[in-house]
């Protein structure tokens, strides 16, 4: 089982960047996917989930309005759509995903079985 995230990159306050997770060895329209971040010197915390089936997102409150969760199941894949970026939002950022019967929205790090290895995003002010 693997996530493989990409897309990360130094960009400047304002700017925008799509970060990809592509999944194998799992059933992905089974998993809700989800995307978090761990900053420097903060613990990890949620940004965004999308539920199997994608009918349902949820967001971090910080990135509400500026981020954007979407699946792609034929290609077992999670992006995350980032705009508006802020100097706070750099962090190494990790998707994750749970094999769920449900259609729910899981936030919290201990929901997720499965982890990928992050990738890095910079924004500079």
């Known amino acids: 089982v693997q996530l493989q995230a990409s897309g990360g990159g130094l960009v400047q306050a304002g700017d925008s960047l799509r970060l990809s997770c592509t999944a194998s060895?799992?059933?992905?329209?089974?998993?809700?996917m989800a995307w978090f971040r761990q900053g420097p010197g903060k613990e990890r915390e949620f940004v965004a989930v999308i539920s199997r089936g994608g009918g349902n997102t949820d967001y971090a409150d910080s990135v509400k309005g500026r981020f954007t969760i979407s699946r792609d199941d034929a290609k077992y894949t999670v992006h995350l759509q980032m705009n508006s970026l802020l100097p706070e939002d750099t962090a190494v950022y990790y998707c994750a995903a749970k094999n769920t019967r449900y259609f729910y929205t899981p936030r919290r790090n201990d929901d997720y079985d499965t982890w990928g290895q992050g990738t890095q995003v910079t924004v500079s002010s």
């Open positions: 060895g799992l059933t992905f329209e089974g998993c809700a």
